[in-house]
């Protein structure tokens, strides 16, 4: 047999591959020793012949066991597929994978086991070896899953499709004697066709990782969550290709402090109790029980209550914890233990959620910055509640001149500024005012949360003010600011709220407001520097969909 010149039996029972890149089903493998045992004498580099003990044993076509001492290594392995081969007494095996399904263009397929990579990014099999694209077979191979006696997390292995460009899946597959089966599916990803090279350069897209609480401005208050996405300049379907980008075949990024190919989000949550030498650390990895009952996770968010709270990981190895186990912590070494049930998660293969090209559909526990979200977009809290957002739109003024052009943005009236847009309710005349009352009810409802306003000051000046917060009634909440002597303002004085009030950093500037309803702006552009121009002054409307207006630029010189 052709088998013959790409492997070598030696007299101590090793079998090793010497050349060749043919591959042998286990089968063959097996017919091939037999032939060679019932030779008359040994020849050439082949120990074996009618004198040496028995080689191997077929329980069925699939299933090969080698007798001691003969034995293959993981080099050898590579090259036999379509079957398991037990040897060393049945200390080591080499399961076999097949995998079925089908891929969109290239894909090389990444095995995980015992939350580590088999053979790294670059894996013997490549884009798929032993193929059979008549019975949709994609690859088939053998992966050991024994060793040394003791079954590689219990032969769990999960199988990854993470190939930029296209759809992301995984199967998770519990090996054994004979073939075992995982099934991937992809396609071209039609949110995703950014050049690698150009996400990568969109490093401004930044997470807050671990528990955190978010308010949406939906009436729903602050609600829990494990992340915190802001996007930055970029679209929330370009947040989407960064997280890809973050979890790709290959990648070094790392996210929650593992190697971003193998994140996938929160598998499992419990609560718990009885802690002790706490507290925990996010992100360490947490450990429980032993042999079958063993298992490790990564500890992705904890809301810590004292000596109880909730725990919300990624399993990494094992099986789940059940009720009663008791939990270490690997960094800390905080240990407590598991008050209830068990509660499983469904992941999504790329861990932020689904992307419909202008929305986020979010997976479980998934947070993103409430002013990159619109009405569109959907979150799944850490309750696994349904939040949608409120429409949230951008008016962006452009044709600006950096640092020249000072622009101011507000309410429209008659064309011009709504000066009376509110009035102050309380008057401001100390020296460490922090709060500005324009009494209740007429804080307009899609009011930014923090921003600038004007006060018209009893000098007649309308001063800039800087807030914080408001209660989306009355109270505006201000950094302390003398309001004393001339700068007093008296009750029934104008305020009004500067949605834009800048010297222009960018040639364009935007503010973002929560729709609701149409407003009219009145935009005012001015440069009276060394490049100046004539005051550019205009409305525009304000929509479900946003606003724009772009500043004329008229020599004043």
Not at 82 to 108: K, N, P, R
Not at 209 to 224: A, F, K, V
Not at 253 to 271: P, V
Request: with cysteine.
């Amino acid at each position: 047999m052709a088998i013959g010149n790409d492997f070598s039996i030696s007299v101590n029972g090793d079998i090793r591959h010497v050349s060749g890149t043919s591959r042998y089903t286990v089968l063959e493998f097996h017919r091939w020793l037999q032939d060679l045992a019932d030779q008359q004498q040994a020849s050439g580099d082949d120990y074996l012949d009618i004198t040496s003990s028995t080689p191997s044993v077929r329980a069925t076509d699939n299933i090969i066991t080698l007798n001691e001492p003969y034995n293959i290594d993981d080099d050898a392995a590579e090259y036999l597929y379509d079957g398991s081969i037990e040897q060393d007494g049945g200390d080591t095996l080499y399961s076999g994978l097949v995998v079925v399904g089908s891929v969109a263009g290239t894909t090389t397929l990444q095995v995980v086991q015992n939350n580590q990579l088999y053979d790294g990014d670059n894996p013997f099999w490549g884009t798929g070896i032993n193929t059979d694209p008549s019975a949709n077979i994609l690859c088939r191979m053998l992966i050991k899953t024994r060793a040394n006696g003791a079954d590689i997390d219990g032969k769990r292995i999960r199988v990854f499709a993470r190939e930029w460009g296209h759809t992301y899946a995984e199967f998770e597959v519990t090996m054994g004697l004979g073939n075992s089966v995982a099934a991937i599916f992809t396609s071209t990803d039609l949110n995703n066709q950014t050049a690698v090279g150009t996400v990568a350069g969109w490093t401004s897209i930044t997470n807050t990782e671990g528990y955190q609480t978010i308010d949406l401005q939906n009436g729903n208050g602050d609600r829990p969550y494990y992340s915190k996405w802001d996007r930055s300049t970029y679209t929330i379907n370009q947040l989407y290709e960064r997280c890809k980008y973050l979890t790709r075949r290959g990648t070094s990024s790392t996210l929650y402090g593992m190697d971003g190919e193998l994140f996938r989000g929160i598998t499992h949550q419990w609560d718990y109790d009885n802690e002790s030498n706490g507290p925990f650390s996010e992100n360490e990895v947490l450990s429980w029980g032993s042999g079958s009952t063993a298992g490790t996770g990564a500890l992705l968010a904890l809301y810590d209550a004292g000596t109880t709270g909730t725990m919300w990981i990624q399993i990494l190895t094992g099986v789940p914890p059940t009720d009663n186990t008791t939990i270490t912590g690997g960094t800390s070494g905080a240990t407590c233990q598991v008050d209830g049930s068990v509660t499983s998660r469904s992941i999504s293969p790329v861990f932020i959620g689904q992307s419909t090209g202008s929305a986020i559909i979010g997976a479980f526990g998934i947070g993103i910055d409430p002013s990159d979200l619109t009405a569109n977009d959907k979150l799944f809290d850490l309750t696994n509640t349904l939040q949608t957002p409120p429409n949230n739109v951008q008016f962006v003024v452009y044709g600006l001149v950096v640092s020249e052009d000072r622009v101011l943005v507000t309410n429209a009236q008659s064309g011009g500024i709504d000066y009376d847009q509110m009035a102050l309710a309380t008057a401001l005349t100390g020296s460490s005012e922090t709060q500005i009352d324009v009494g209740s009810g007429n804080i307009p409802a899609d009011t930014p949360k923090s921003g600038t306003l004007r006060v018209k000051l009893n000098s007649g000046i309308y001063r800039y003010q800087t807030y914080t917060n408001h209660d989306g009634s009355r109270y505006f909440t201000i950094p302390s600011t003398d309001y004393s002597g001339s700068n007093q303002a008296n009750v029934g004085n104008y305020v009004f709220i500067s949605y834009i009030d800048k010297v222009a950093s960018a040639t364009s500037e935007s503010v973002t407001i929560q729709y609701n309803g149409d407003r009219t702006m009145f935009v005012r552009v001015r440069d009276g520097g060394s490049t100046p121009i004539k005051t550019f002054e205009t409305t525009a409307t304000l929509g479900s969909g946003g606003g724009s207006a772009t500043a004329i630029r008229t020599s004043d010189a």
